[in-house]
């Protein structure tokens, strides 16, 4: 009259296992679910018991107790609905609980017995095969995402009634086969999605695409500040075009965040593009970097391995902008709630773009701006130090000319520049093996003397721009980790002065301001 | 320590400035006929009636108890912030302030008056200056302090800060001049200035310690500004800009004006312009300034002079600046450095300039071009154009403006040479 079946929970973006066992007892017909359960799951009584019957097998009219162990962890949602079935069907011996053992089980029942899609399968694969489970057992339209994981066999299926049959040796039900070649997934996905936008859209603004390849090119955080109309919007747009592939473990831990958000389409397995996101500045604190009363991960989060890109950054409320300030410098998020502290991992490229001033018409060339000094001072008070600190590209767009736009030259198609990126990517890919670390941007200052020494030229060059454009100390690591990425896009080990040269440009915020 | 002044006479001083209804003028004739404000004070009604000075309203005001307790403080504030007080019969006390119309009764400084009878000059301007009027004020304080002149300004924004900085980077001496007590720094942001001023220069107010910076403040520090100085150079004024009133204090005190023109089309110049049709004198340089004062360099200065006539004809000329940045009597060996690096980048100019810094050099020409621009006109990759571009700021060759807009620097001197 007991029976034990595994199941699986979440808890941030991994998961643990869950033993669902039952217990049915003689006594007044009763349906008792224990194990800290919340709402969602209590509810599961009235789904399993409808699913049970509609499927034509008997639900016990006894009192059953099911309990959901580890009994001290907070289970939510609706996953543990076919576990409990099973568990009850098998304490009733109308399923055979021996061919259960190993077996991992997930999925939510409708009414009528047939399985619905859950969130997490990619997670929970992934813990049990970690914590040695045999098989794991899924809704079919999961099954994809969590074949991906290689060395346990996922079985997805529709109906509790073809899970039933399945175990009681009546159906075979055969595993599925994950995906065999990565870089056969990337090229079909990319071919799939719908088409990007494409750099060769922008006319004109030269000098922010450079500065953009180049952000890409060593994930450096960026600020893109213009004009309205300058198109800064539309080249942060077309910034995934040129983002570099990404590598079968980054694809894992982004398509692990998107499974456990739900955002997982079911027709994508694995997620093989870096994530590209825009939240709008009317983002709360918890949509930005993560929270609720069970914690999901926040934009920050979401954009983990990829881009996120602050339009208007200085709309942005000023907390909020704080708030990114230990991300940034971490590539993790802290999430502390009463009953667990979570972490998210966000390792983001941050992209942000701003007017120049409250009116926008600072860089104009045949406009006048409006602002007093005053204004423009509090306009750029709200990026506070701090956030600015984080920051190693700061670009200036102007207005495009009529020229540049009415122009038959053909840009540069974002193709081309993706390779470029990905070329300068590798190199250091290669260089950082075994570093921890895979991209100039996240150098840290011990490690600056060792990979980003410049040449002589370039050192005298360097002491005397600070000498002579009063740059600020906190400049000087951001000129040396941006040069370092300009010299790998050049293909030279050594950093030269023009490197140097063209990485101080990028610096105009530090200069001192008369 | 507190100096007998200070313990005895002061108080009685600040108590005079600080009574509301009670202007320079009036105190001044008070002081004429009491001689010392702590006479005034002892007066009492009967002697201040009998004075026949003041109407019966002042009267209630300079005999009540409150102004007088309020003074005491004031002269803790002071002695905590570090500001001296220098009253009107105080022989150390400017002399062309005096002369004014309604000079302050006590000046409060932080920082240290030159004793000497150094001449100064005022450099004002808007607040709201254009890069131009930036560089212009720059430029012109920096010849001017070189010389050995006092630059006198106001620590606001814009102009005044720059001709402050420009002073200051060649070891030159000036004076702000604020509309606030001297506890307060105003604009805020000019903290490290104000500091910078105070102890190579001074700064000066006619507001007791914790005067809030009013605007009805300013228009009367200008009197001050134009007072202290011999001449008063505005670099940029639009119609309405505080600057001009300025410029009408030294016209009414007798002191020379001097305006620096600029295009026609600017706001920011429509003052400064009127000016000139006006009478004022155009001011392109430091030396349109000094020739007014029939200025009798002194010794050092002269031979400064010429050495760096003698090396502009060896270089086929340097541009004026240059004779100027020479000019500096303080420092022979200073001077001579800062010739020496304008030199070699004139050298560079003509011989060693890159083809492709030449042809960046050229293709800017007078224009203000963006950086886009400048690498598609010059067929370059727009990093390597971004990165000659740098190198030649460096040099001092071309500067770059917000929005990476470049353009020529003029004052290098190197024009010529190219052209």
């Not at chain 1, 060593?218 to 198109?231: D, E, F, R, T």
């Not at chain 1, 997982?264 to 996101?277: A, E, K």
């Not at chain 1, 709360?284 to 989060?301: C, H």
């Not at chain 1, 011990?446 to 002491?463: H, I």
Request: charged share 25%; net charge neutral; aromatic share 6%.
């Amino acid at each position: 009259m007991l029976s034990r079946i595994i199941s699986c929970g979440l808890h941030g973006i991994d998961g643990y296992i869950v033993e669902v066992e039952s217990y049915i007892s003689g006594g007044l017909p009763d349906f008792d679910i224990v194990g800290l359960a919340d709402a969602a799951v209590r509810e599961s009584k009235e789904r399993v018991r409808a699913a049970i019957k509609n499927s034509g097998f008997e639900f016990a009219r006894r009192r059953i107790t099911v309990n959901l162990a580890p009994a001290n962890m907070r289970k939510e949602g609706s996953i543990y609905d076919l576990s409990i079935a099973l568990a009850i069907l098998a304490a009733t011996g109308q399923v055979s609980l021996p061919a259960t053992a190993g077996m991992v089980f997930l999925g939510e029942l409708s009414l009528d017995g047939g399985i619905r899609k859950i969130d997490g399968a990619l997670s929970m694969a992934l813990c049990a095969k970690s914590t040695g489970q045999r098989g794991i057992l899924l809704p079919a339209q999961n099954s994809g995402e969590a074949a991906v994981v290689k060395g346990i066999d996922v079985y997805g299926a529709a109906s509790l009634i073809e899970v039933i049959d399945f175990l009681n040796g009546d159906l075979c039900l055969e595993p599925c086969a994950g995906i065999c070649d990565f870089d056969m997934l990337q090229k079909d996905n990319d071919a799939a999605g719908s088409p990007k936008p494409d750099f060769s859209d922008v006319k004109g603004q030269n000098g922010v695409k450079r500065a953009l390849e180049i952000a890409a090119s060593g994930s450096h955080n960026c600020l893109m500040i213009g004009p309205p109309g300058s198109g800064k919007s539309m080249l942060a747009g077309r910034l995934p075009g040129i983002l570099p592939d990404m590598t079968f473990e980054e694809a894992l831990e982004v398509t692990k965040i998107y499974s456990i958000s739900g955002l997982l389409p079911s027709n994508i397995p694995l997620i093989t593009q870096r994530p590209f996101r825009s939240p709008h500045h009317s983002v709360t604190q918890a949509g930005l970097i993560g929270g609720g009363k069970y914690p999901k991960p926040g934009e920050i989060s979401l954009a983990h391995n990829g881009v996120l890109f602050l339009d208007e950054v200085t709309e942005y409320g000023g907390s909020l902008l704080e708030t990114l300030r230990q991300p940034l410098e971490e590539g993790k998020v802290h999430i502390a709630r009463l009953n667990a502290t979570l972490t998210f991992p966000a390792s983001v490229t941050l992209i942000c773009a701003a007017n120049p001033c409250r009116c926008g018409n600072r860089f104009e060339k045949n406009k006048k701006c409006t602002c007093t000094p005053g204004q423009l001072r509090d306009y750029m008070n709200r990026l506070s130090g701090p956030l600015l600190d984080r920051i190693d590209i700061h670009i200036e767009a102007a207005s495009v000319v009529y020229d540049d736009l009415s122009g038959q030259g053909m840009a540069e198609s974002s193709a081309v520049i993706r390779k470029r990126v990905n070329r300068a990517r590798k190199i250091q890919t290669l260089r950082y093996y075994g570093t921890g670390i895979y991209s100039n941007s996240q150098l840290t200052p011990s490690m600056l003397d060792k990979y980003c020494r410049p040449c002589l030229k370039g050192e005298k060059l360097l002491k005397r721009a600070f000498d002579k454009l009063g740059l600020s100390a906190r400049a000087y690591g951001r000129i040396l980790k941006v040069s370092r990425t300009i010299a790998d896009m050049d293909d030279c080990e050594e950093i030269q002065a023009a490197h140097i040269a063209e990485a101080i440009q990028y610096r105009t915020l530090d200069r001192r301001a008369i | 320590m507190k100096t007998d002044f200070e313990q005895e006479e002061l108080p009685y001083w600040l108590w005079l400035v600080s009574l509301p209804g009670i202007g320079p003028v009036k105190a001044l004739q008070m002081i004429g006929f009491f001689e010392t404000p702590r006479r005034i004070w002892e007066a009492g009604r009967r002697g201040l009636a009998d004075a026949g000075i003041i109407n019966e309203d002042e009267l209630n005001t300079l005999t009540s108890v409150t102004y007088m307790e309020k003074a005491y403080k004031h002269v803790e504030t002071m002695h905590k912030h570090g500001i001296r007080a220098l009253t009107v019969n105080n022989s150390s006390y400017p002399f062309g302030l005096r002369r004014i119309k309604a000079p302050p009764i006590v000046l409060f400084i932080k920082g240290r008056l030159s004793s000497g009878a150094g001449l100064g000059i005022a450099v004002v301007g808007s607040r709201k200056a254009t890069d131009y009027g930036i560089k212009a004020a720059g430029v012109i304080a920096e010849s001017l302090a070189s010389a050995g002149v006092i630059i006198i300004s106001g620590l606001a924004r814009g102009v005044d800060s720059a001709a402050h900085r420009g002073a200051l980077e060649v070891g030159g001496k000036t004076y702000a001049v604020m509309g606030c007590g001297l506890d307060i720094v105003y604009p805020a942001e000019n903290k490290e200035l104000y500091e910078e001023i105070a102890s190579k220069g001074a700064v000066i107010s006619e507001f007791l310690p914790g005067t809030i910076p009013q605007s009805c403040n300013f228009p009367m520090r200008n009197r001050i500004i134009s007072g202290l100085s011999s001449g008063v150079v505005v670099v940029e004024a639009g119609r309405k800009s505080g600057a001009l009133i300025t410029a009408d204090h030294a016209l009414e005190q007798g002191k020379e004006v001097f305006a620096v023109p600029g295009n026609i089309f600017s706001k920011m110049s429509e003052g400064t312009n009127r000016l000139i049709s006006q009478g004022a004198k155009l001011t392109a340089s430091a030396a349109d300034v000094l020739d007014e004062f029939g200025m009798t360099y002194d010794a050092t200065g002269i031979s400064v002079i010429k050495a760096g006539n003698d090396r502009e004809d060896k270089n086929a000329g340097c541009g004026e600046e240059y004779i100027e940045g020479g000019g500096e009597a303080g420092s022979a060996a200073e001077a001579e450095s800062r010739s020496g690096l304008l030199n070699d980048a004139a050298i560079r100019c003509k011989s060693n300039m890159e083809t492709d810094e030449y042809l960046l050099y050229r293709f800017i020409s007078d224009k203000t071009v963006h950086l886009d621009e400048i690498a598609a006109g010059c067929g370059l990759e727009i990093q390597d154009a971004a990165a000659k571009l740098f190198l030649m700021e460096i040099s001092g060759l071309v500067e770059q403006l917000p929005g990476r807009f470049y353009k020529v620097n003029k004052s290098c001197g190197c024009v010529q040479l190219i052209n």
